[in-house]
Every structure is written in C-alpha cells, then in structure tokens.
C-alpha cells in the first residue's frame, strides 16, 4: 500500500500546477493520471497573459516549445460579416499535447510521483486518512485532491451535484496547418455554436469548437454537422476546404457544462475544471487552471502543521476561489448562451464594427489581472 501526504487524480494543469507547488514546499505527493503522456486533450489551447509572471517566477515558462504570441481578436458571424480587435492583454497559444507533457517533466524534476495509465475507481475516508483503489492497488494519502477534469468516472462515485444538470454542448477539435494568421484567436460563429481557431507551436494551428447536441442529432453526425452547418459561415468553409488537418479524426467530448462544480465532496477538494468550468469563448480555462492549483496549494501549505487542517483549508480555499471566479463563470455562462445564435450573432458585429468600444468591457471580462 502506497503512502503519501497529497495524493492528486488527474495530471492535467490544474494537477500538475498544485503538484509542483506542493512538492517544492516540501509536501511528498502522488499524482495519479489515467493516460500516458504526451497525449491531446480537447482545449482551446490558448492561455491568457495573465499567468506569465507565475509561470516565470516558478521557472515554468514553457519558452522552449514555442508557444505563439496572440494579439489580437477576430470575431465573424455565420453569414461571414467579421471586425478585428486588438487584446488589452493577449495570451500565447500551446498545445495540451507538450504542455502537459513539459510540466509532468518538471513536476518530476520537483520531486513528485507520477503514475500513469491508473484510473482511480474509489475514493474513502480512514479516520484522519484518505484510501484511493485502482481495483486492485491501494493508496494512502492525508490529504486529496480532484484535479480530474471536466467529467469523470470519479465524479459518478462520488455522485457530484453537477451530474444530475444535464449539459447540450459537445466539444470537437482538430489540429491543422494552413495560411492563418499568427497572432489572431478567430472566433467564427455559426447556427448553433462557434469555433475559436489560433496559432499554437511548431506551426500548428488548434481548431476547436462548441456546438448545441440536438444540432449534431438534427444533422446525422458531426462530419454532416460541419458540412451543412459549419462550413456556412465562409471563414471556417475556406479553413475546412483548404487547410491540412493533421488528426486522423476529431478528438469530441460530450455534456461540456459551464458552471460552478462545488469546491468539496467527501473532505476531498476540487481543483481546474473539476471545481468549475468557464464558458471556452473567454479563452480563459486554462488561466483559471493555474490560478486555481495556485489558490489551492498556497491554501494547504498555510494549514498545515504535521497534518491538513482540512476546514480551514476548504475556507481559505473557497473565500480565494469564489472572489475570483463565481462571478466570472455567472457572466460567462450569460454571454455563452448568446454565442451560436445567428442574430445576435450578426447584430453584434454590426455593433461592434460601428461603436468598437462596446467590445472592450466583454474582452476585459474573459481574464483576470496578472498574478505571479
């Protein structure tokens, strides 16, 4: 049987971020990850400069990959109408595939523990213990967290609320090579959805997109989907028709939900996407990510003496994350109901071509102030 202090499922951002903080400052952690790195997750694969000074204060940086220099925001609507903006702040674009990968490897070099291709099947309290089996290994920790992502075979075991609200959207993403721009995150609506697009490295481009179930049920499939519907709008029919995807078939996710997840279950506490997703159009998930693991872990290290103090930590931990997020994701999830629909789609270009300061406060919602 296994012992750790901190044992982490899910070896995503928000994982490997609260590993790395944790494992510096002294705390022995198991992080536990169902995959094998490096693989691809479905994101948008674009970070907002606001995570920057962290990153560089903890030499996390990932400048040896390459990651792009965005700019500026171009925003079209299905019938193809468009008007570019320039970002207050901006973000870098990287692919999950080597991000994640760079920070399992200095997440080691720290001094954590990683297991791979090890679904967690239960998770139970021992007294002051936690118990973790993968069916047929176990594993024992003082404290928990549940960086596992959006939805997960965990959630289900531990019967999170957030299951019961049955979400419409599906997430479908490609990587591609073409004549794009470099320094533009493109936002393209069409009926039903939209789809950001953005350079990431080695001259790459991620394409992901948001789109209403019933619309892929309506069409027959996601390949009908993109055909009839998508590729509408003449900014995604010229990147479809022309550009050269590299996947072999779309990565898809299903029952993507935007919205608070609930911080705790079970003295177990919830980091990145398992505590709360933002609505993808802000570019913003994987900033929350890491301010997330950051809140986290600066709140376990602050109470913990010989052994975690788990209230106070969960109180620290929920006034940190609540200020800063709960409002954000209510706005995002507002504005996400807009995203898709055709008129406003095509009313708000018009808007925003003619009076250009009516985007500003909308750009200033999607990102937080920088942090290091």
Not at 130 to 145: K, N, P, Q, T
Request: aromatic share 10%.
């Amino acid at each position: 049987m296994k012992s750790s202090q901190v044992i982490i499922i899910g070896g995503g951002i928000s994982g490997l971020t609260n590993a790395i903080l944790l494992s510096r400052n002294g705390l022995k952690v198991l992080l536990i990850e169902k995959n094998k790195y490096p693989f691809h997750r479905v994101c948008g694969e674009y970070i907002s400069n606001e995570v920057i000074p962290f990153l560089e204060n903890l030499r996390l940086f990932p400048t040896e990959i390459g990651p792009s220099d965005i700019k500026t925001l171009m925003l079209s609507s299905p019938s193809g109408k468009h008007l570019e903006k320039e970002l207050d702040l901006g973000g870098f674009g990287i692919s999950r595939f080597r991000f994640d990968e760079f920070l399992a490897i200095e997440a080691r070099k720290s001094g954590v523990e990683i297991l791979e291709n090890i679904t967690v099947k239960e998770v139970k309290s021992a007294g002051d213990k936690f118990i973790l089996s993968d069916g047929s290994e176990d594993f024992v920790a003082d404290f928990v967290i549940g960086a596992q992502g959006k939805r997960s075979s965990i959630d289900k075991r531990l019967d999170r609320d957030f299951l019961k609200r049955r979400s419409p959207y599906v997430g479908v993403k490609y990587h591609l090579k073409g004549n794009l721009a470099d320094h533009t995150i493109a936002l393209h609506n069409f009926d039903g959805g939209y789809c950001g697009v953005n350079k990431i490295e080695d001259e790459k481009f991620n394409l992901c997109y948001l789109v209403h179930r019933e619309k892929v049920k309506k069409m027959g499939g996601v390949q009908q989907c993109e055909e009839r519907v998508l590729l509408k709008n003449p900014w995604l029919r010229e990147i479809f028709e022309n550009a050269e995807f590299l996947f072999e078939k779309p990565l898809i996710i299903n029952e993507v939900a935007f919205s608070s997840k609930g911080l705790i279950k079970n003295r177990l506490m919830f980091s990145g996407d398992a505590a709360g997703t933002i609505a993808p159009f802000s570019g913003n998930g994987m900033a929350m990510a890491i301010r997330s693991a950051k809140f986290l872990s600066e709140s376990i290290l602050n109470h913990w003496d010989r052994k975690p103090d788990h209230d106070r930590i969960f109180n620290c931990y929920k006034d940190l994350w609540q200020k800063e997020f709960s409002s954000r994701i209510s706005r995002g999830r507002g504005i996400q109901r807009l995203f898709g629909d055709t008129l406003f789609s095509e009313l708000s270009v018009m808007s925003g071509r003619a009076f250009p300061f009516l985007l500003d406060p909308l750009i200033k919602m999607t990102h937080g102030r920088p942090f290091s």
